[in-house]
Each structure stands twice: as structure tokens, then as C-alpha cells.
């Protein structure tokens, strides 16, 4: 499809394992962003790429989480040493110019338990 | 910091009633505002957007919103709606310093019955 696809749609991990997610933004999108939504509440910025440039890591909650996007279109998350906060809906979107008032394409996102 | 403020964070209508939905930012510069909706299992889709111009904006679905830059506001509205438009609506603003990200509200979830 056209989408901003993600995968998995759900992961389960323990505490203190790895989690790597992916993003596979829009085909020409070139600014990608992740977001953290936690239950009840609206999605809060982590992370955001122009191709392959990370400019804006503001967001990550801590050195545990990494963002990546080397060829400047698939991105990855990951979350080391999970803990049981990262809970969460992970949002991907992309847009397809770098400029205000883009509007953002998200996916479906990926909803990771950590128990 | 910028914020977003969505004050209704539930509304229950019957069909036909009409729908307000308010959204208040903080930041005072030049700032871009969105209107997303999220339907039950899916994802976040843009309804309507504004960054210049008239301030009244026209969206999807017979949305409407005002932009009123000297209240800070951003109201969704809608005339008229339908058991279809029960979803999660979210308010987002960007801007300044070409900061692309977006701020968004903790959302209103909304209900309309049949």
C-alpha cells in the first residue's frame, strides 16, 4: 500500500530485554518522525529524521532509546533494557517536504507490553 | 514550552447534534495547526490543517475549524454528526524555529449514538 507501514503491530517483551521496531515511511517522504503514546494520553514526540539525518533527538527518554535511519528511508527504533514505563504505542509518520505545516502521514504503530 | 490543552477529554452526542471540540496552544509566534482523527483500530488521519490565510478552515467529512490567534484556539466543529464520526480526535500544533515536530493535545474521545 501507500501507507506509512509498521511492524510488528504488537510486541510483548520481558524486562530487560531488547526491542528493535520498524518504520517503512511513505516512498519519497523525506522527514520521518517517531512518537510515544502512552494510554489516555496524545502522542509525545521522540525522535525526528530528514533522510537519513537525525536533527532532532529531544525527545528520547533516555539512553536507552535509539533511533536510526541509514539510507534515509526505513527507520528503526530501539529500546534497550526495557523497562516496564516504555509501554507504549510507538508512532511513526512521514512527510514528504521539510518545512513547517507539512502535514504528517502516520502508521498504524506498534503497540509494545513489557512485563 | 509549547502545549497543546484539549479541555473535553470525553463528549457523548446523539446523531444530528452539533459538535465542539476546543483546542488551546501556548505558543505566541507563528505556529501551524492540525486536526487529526483516529476511528476505532485504525490510524491517525488528517481532518483539516491551517497555516495561513482565512482562518476559517474546511475539512474532511464536513469538519470546520476557526483559528482565533488572539485566544490561542483552535475549535473543531461540525454542524451535524453521525453515528460514523465516533473516533478519537487530536489537536496538533508545529512551529517556530523550524521545529517540524508536532505538539499534540491528549485528545477528546468522542461517542455518537445512533
Known amino acids: 500500500g501507500a501507507g506509512v507501514s509498521q511492524s510488528p503491530r504488537y510486541k510483548v517483551a520481558k524486562r530487560g530485554q531488547d526491542v528493535a521496531l520498524r518504520c517503512d515511511p511513505i516512498s519519497g517522504h523525506v522527514s520521518l518522525f517517531w512518537y510515544q503514546q502512552a494510554l489516555g494520553q496524545g502522542p509525545e514526540f521522540l525522535t525526528y529524521f530528514q533522510n537519513e539525518a537525525q536533527l532532532d533527538k529531544s525527545g528520547l527518554p533516555s539512553d536507552r532509546f535509539f533511533a536510526e535511519r541509514p539510507e534515509g528511508s526505513v527507520s528503526t527504533l530501539k529500546i534497550q533494557r526495557t523497562q516496564q514505563e516504555d509501554s507504549a504505542v510507538y508512532l511513526c509518520a512521514s512527510s514528504l517536504e521539510d518545512r513547517e505545516g507539512q502535514p504528517q502521514h502516520f502508521g498504524d504503530g506498534t503497540r509494545l507490553s513489557i512485563l | 514550552a509549547q502545549s497543546v490543552s484539549q479541555h473535553n477529554h470525553h463528549v457523548i452526542l446523539s446523531e444530528a447534534a452539533s459538535l465542539e471540540l476546543g483546542c488551546n496552544y501556548s505558543?505566541?509566534?507563528?505556529?501551524?495547526l492540525f486536526w487529526y482523527v483516529q476511528y476505532p483500530g485504525q490510524h491517525l488521519q488528517l481532518l483539516l490543517k491551517?497555516?495561513?490565510?482565512?482562518?476559517l478552515v474546511k475539512g474532511i467529512k464536513g469538519f470546520e475549524a476557526e483559528f482565533i490567534k488572539s485566544k490561542f484556539s483552535f475549535n473543531l466543529r461540525k454542524p451535524s454528526v453521525q453515528w460514523s464520526d465516533t473516533a478519537e480526535y487530536f489537536c496538533a500544533v508545529n512551529g517556530g524555529s523550524g521545529t517540524y515536530k508536532y505538539i499534540f493535545g491528549t485528545g477528546t474521545r468522542l461517542k455518537v449514538l445512533a
Open positions: 491551517y497555516f495561513s490565510g482565512d482562518p
Open positions: 505558543y505566541g509566534g507563528t505556529v501551524n
